[in-house]
């Protein structure tokens, strides 16, 4: 299936709206390859500061394109994981790869290496999407969401890289801010929206925090937005949004159409049932390891209990419907879904 084919490649789960079963009827439509584990930040709120999930690898080029080439209509893919992209020496190579047949390609950036050196190669390989992670409105609560003090670099070059576009009259790739939902910086959320404006960057999204059940750093239930927004959490967001339509800055959540939206339970009682992603999408790892989703990394430890195949062994066909994946769909469909999926939906992350 081709971008042709999708209305929105950034809601491409839609794609497979029908799909109930065990197996999976048609080729996935997105793919997620992180194409490397490796970061330059300690995230308060990622795993990989906290516990080693696989050993430091970049993916290598030869297993990019065994995989890429064997989905060659593949609609969508994300190029990132675990892991900070713009370390990889051959990204903007595979977003070119990929775009050179119709692709919608997209990453998450943590923003450090985005220095004006690389400006002309990143809208030179055709990138769709770029998502540029900052989680705070200021130098002090970026230090301690991010590990690191890089704020005003990041804000410094995003700024220059939206402002290069704008000079050359660019449409691509679309640039957007992202603030993890912690109940430590949700207050900011209106300083957010008017720093990105200051950055020239007209899209700005609320995410939620992903948490297992042991918790790490902030990656806590006890921090998260959801189900336990107070009144005067709820007021800042709408202030927030109120703010973003006056200076033209569009706030919504991930996976919803309203930020309020994705911090609230599904109608169902059943968190997992609306989602879409074992039949819309395939994640690999660094080292080529087949992992139901982004959101496994940070919602349960052990990828030996939810690896579903391994690309580097494996075709990704043969992975797609083998035993395992069956066995992780027609559990989700169940009453008791798979660890990671426990308390997830559909309102996560697109």
């Known amino acids: 299936m081709s971008t042709t084919l999708l209305k929105d490649p950034r809601r491409y789960f839609e794609a ?10 048609a080729p996935p439509v997105c793919l997620y390859l992180e194409v490397t584990n490796r970061c330059n930040l300690l995230c308060e709120t990622c795993p990989r500061t906290f516990e080693e999930l696989e050993p430091p690898a970049d993916l290598s080029w030869e297993l990019f394109t065994k995989i890429v080439d064997q989905v060659p209509n593949i609609a969508r893919v994300v190029l990132h994981g675990v892991g900070e992209p713009m370390l990889h020496k051959d990204l903007f190579k595979m977003v070119r790869y990929l775009k050179d047949r119709g692709t919608y390609v997209l990453f998450n950036t943590n923003g450090t290496l985005l220095n004006p050196k690389k400006f002309e190669d990143l809208v030179a390989s055709g990138l769709d999407e770029l998502r540029v992670s900052l989680d705070a409105a200021d130098r002090a609560s970026y230090l301690k969401v991010r590990g690191k003090d890089y704020f005003q670099r990041i804000v410094r070059d995003v700024g220059k890289f939206t402002a290069f576009t704008r000079e050359r009259g660019l449409d691509k790739p679309r640039v957007s801010l992202w603030l993890t939902g912690l109940k430590e910086t949700v207050d900011q959320l209106p300083d957010f929206v008017r720093l990105s404006a200051e950055m020239g960057v007209r899209e700005v999204h609320l995410q939620r925090l992903v948490f297992d059940d042991a918790g790490f750093g902030l990656a806590r239930q006890d921090l998260s937005l959801f189900e336990s927004t107070k009144l005067e959490e709820q007021a800042t967001i709408d202030r927030a949004i109120a703010i973003g339509r006056e200076i033209g800055v569009e706030l919504d959540a991930s996976g919803a159409t309203e930020p309020g939206l994705s911090l609230k339970r599904s109608e169902d009682d059943r968190p997992w049932a609306t989602c879409r992603r074992p039949w819309s999408l395939m994640y690999f790892t660094a080292h080529g390891r087949a992992l139901p989703c982004c959101i496994a990394p940070f919602s349960a430890r052990g990828y030996e ?9 494996q ?10 994946y069956k066995d992780f769909r027609s559990n989700l469909l169940g009453d008791t879904p798979p660890k990671p999926c426990q308390g997830c939906g559909l309102r996560w992350s697109l």
């Open 16 to 25: 497979v709206a029908s799909e109930r079963k065990d197996e999976a009827t």
């Open 305 to 313: 209990n939810y690896t579903l195949g391994d690309a580097t062994q």
């Open 315 to 324: 075709d990704l066909l043969e992975i797609w419907n083998s035993p395992a």
